[in-house]
């Protein structure tokens, strides 16, 4: 976009109609950063499903919308006493129906104006608040939400002038405070095709041979198969195989498995009826002739593959005696292959800190989830035993290790 002027506008809106938030939404992702998770398929789907209460902020370059901002605004209580309020940026509050888990948090953003004007919706949003409330954004890379020197400091910050007034006229210093933080994994296939380089020829010697082992064991199985949902039907009926896998390994509560929690089965039901179709949507169940390895629930999105999760079955009973089996690597090893063969640009494993992820990537991007707030004695407390916390667990590591 060519910048109109260098007026920029920011406005709260409250009840806004979904028709007009949507043609919005969709014209300014036309010029905004590619990202799934803020796309009207993730968005819209999110709202459908959870949302009824929201507010909008909205940026604005003279008439042209540059800048759109979802906020759901929720009462934290311990013991029927109200703490303050939660501002959550596409986000419930709701532990439960945020175990869907966005990644890439951010403002929608038009990119020419993106690092000016995410600072002015973050000051209109801290407007609207009071001083034990707190603005709630994440899964998110490091970006500059305040309009200050952040990036990579864990200490208070300076917002911008208008974050600096409270209602009542009070001048205060906004604080970041890093209350999750994780790595993603990323494979940049544009390196590899620089050098020539296969995956095999990429990947290190170990991760081969634990790789080439495990598909000779599968093999012998009969032929390795990926078949991948070709229909809304199909793509639900993976999604409900996967289940048993995943209670499994990760365990049958809610806030354990999400196949234990119907807000994300929910969810996903209505992602996987709307973004199958469209191609956004990619479920793949993986075969060693009759032996069932497992499924996994991708998304493909500016031509990136982006790996949500996986359900994979590491209990073959008699089928294959092999404690070094690797069901996680070898499906990756083909999804991947299958991407680079069909042009995509790279596969992005995102959040969470697992070892295959660091097997494949050749990038790591850091996230985090970010409590913007006003001082206040009683979060300064609570920020001296969460650091604690995190001492005593670090100590107690490192003794383990």
Not at 102 to 131: K, Q
Not at 149 to 169: E, H, P, Q, R, Y
Request: charged fraction near 20%; include cysteine; glycine fraction near 8%.
């Amino acid at each position: 976009m060519a910048r109109n002027s260098d007026f920029f506008q920011c406005e709260w809106v409250v009840s806004p109609d979904l028709k007009w938030l949507k043609t919005q939404w969709l014209e300014l992702e036309t010029r905004a950063e590619s990202n799934l998770f803020l796309s009207w398929l993730w968005i819209g789907t999110w709202l459908d499903c959870f949302v009824d209460d929201f507010y909008v902020v909205v940026a604005r370059n003279d008439e042209c919308t540059v800048g759109l901002g979802i906020i759901v605004i929720q009462e934290k209580k311990m013991a029927s006493l109200s703490f303050g309020r939660q501002f959550c940026l596409h986000r419930t509050g709701d532990r439960l129906q945020d175990q869907i888990w966005i990644e890439y948090n951010d403002f929608l953003l038009d990119c020419s104006v993106a690092e000016l004007v995410r600072p002015l919706m973050t000051a209109c949003v801290m407007s609207n608040m009071n001083g034990t409330d707190t603005f709630v954004v994440g899964a998110s890379k490091d970006m500059d939400f305040l309009g200050s020197s952040v990036m990579g400091t864990d200490t208070f910050v300076n917002g911008t002038d208008t974050l600096m007034v409270l209602a009542d006229g009070t001048v205060v210093l906004p604080e970041r405070e890093v209350v999750w933080e994780s790595q993603a994994f990323l494979l940049d296939f544009a390196p590899l095709h620089e050098q020539q380089q296969t995956l095999d020829s990429y990947l290190s010697r170990s991760a081969r041979y634990q790789i080439k082992r495990s598909l000779k064991k599968y093999q012998a199985q009969g032929e390795l198969k990926i078949i991948t949902a070709s229909s809304v039907a199909q793509g639900l009926a993976l999604f409900e195989h996967a289940a048993g896998y995943h209670l499994k390994r990760w365990g049958d509560q809610p806030e354990q498995s999400g196949f234990a929690n119907p807000y994300f089965l929910r969810f996903h039901q209505a992602l996987i009826r709307r973004g199958l179709p469209a191609g956004a949507v990619a479920i793949h169940h993986i075969y060693a002739g009759e032996l069932d390895l497992g499924v996994v629930y991708n998304f493909h999105h500016g031509n990136w593959v982006l790996f949500y999760l996986s359900a994979l079955n590491y209990d073959f009973g008699s089928a294959i005696e092999d404690r070094h089996l690797k069901p996680g690597l070898v499906a990756h090893y083909l999804l991947i292959q299958k991407a680079m063969a069909q042009g995509f640009s790279g596969y992005d494993f995102m959040g969470g800190l697992s070892r295959y992820k660091q097997t494949f990537a050749n990038q790591t991007i850091g996230l985090a989830v970010y409590h913007y707030r006003f001082p206040h004695l009683l979060y300064a407390m609570k920020k001296l035993i969460r650091g604690l916390k995190r001492r005593v667990w670090s100590q107690n590591s490192s003794r383990c290790s």
